[in-house]
Each structure stands twice: as structure tokens, then as C-alpha cells.
């Protein structure tokens, strides 16, 4: 049987061993890839830590939706500058279907990568660009 001066001192250890994984992993790895610290016996900490990961979890969400949203919003407008010949899909609509092909998974490339990919990958403007729709 443990002795309180002894639970004390295991409580300051595993937090220091969850401070130091903040430090040399970095903070958001550490807990979203690094461990869950299933070994840290505190209800706070644990609490803490799944409303992290959540709230940060839907700060990415909500990054990567509005930064699909304007470059949506940025290929209407140029599509109505220079208008669509015979049905053409814009480049966003290309990204929707390329991103159908990723049902399921939770790491689908961005509207970024996929207008870069466009740009400068040939096979795979080939395969996803506006001639292949």
C-alpha cells in the first residue's frame, strides 16, 4: 500500500512526464498522435484533454471548410469573368468529384494541394483536370 507521500509523488511524476511529451513532442501532437495517458489517474486532466482535442479538432474543420468555401466561392467568379463553354465544370467541381474517391477517410487533400497537383503534376491533370471530367 502506497503511502500519501508516495501517490504525491507518482501525481508529480506523470505530470511531468506529460510535460515534458508537451515540450518535445509539441503540445497538439502530444496529445492528439503521441497518447491518450491512460497511466495519468485525473478526471480533470482527462476532461481537459478530450475537450481539446475536440475544440481543436473543429478549429481545423472549420479552417479547411472556409478555405474550400472562398476558393469556391473565388472559381465562380472567375468562371463568370471568362464563362464555361459547353457545360464545362469548374475546377472546384473537378476537386468534389476527386474528393468523392476519398469517402470514408477522415484525411482528404485539400483544395490547395488538388489546384497545385493541377498545376504542376501532369498525370495528374491528366487524370483529374477538366479534359478527363
Known sequence: MLTELEKLENKLEDFEMVRY??????????????????????????????????????????????????????????????????????????YLKYKDEFAGYEDVPSYDWFLHELRFNDKFREKYGKNNS
Not at 501532437?29 to 476532461?47: Q, T
Not at 472562398?70 to 472567375?78: C, K, M, T
Open 21 to 94: 511529451r508537451m515540450d518535445v513532442e509539441g503540445f497538439h501532437y502530444c496529445f492528439k498522435h503521441y497518447s491518450s495517458f491512460i497511466d495519468v489517474d485525473d478526471d480533470e486532466f482527462h476532461r481537459l484533454r478530450k475537450m481539446y482535442l475536440e475544440v481543436s479538432g473543429d478549429l481545423e474543420n472549420y479552417v479547411t471548410k472556409k478555405i474550400e468555401t472562398l476558393n469556391y466561392r473565388i472559381d465562380r467568379l472567375r468562371d463568370e469573368e471568362e464563362p464555361v463553354q459547353n457545360d464545362e465544370p469548374t475546377t472546384f467541381d473537378l
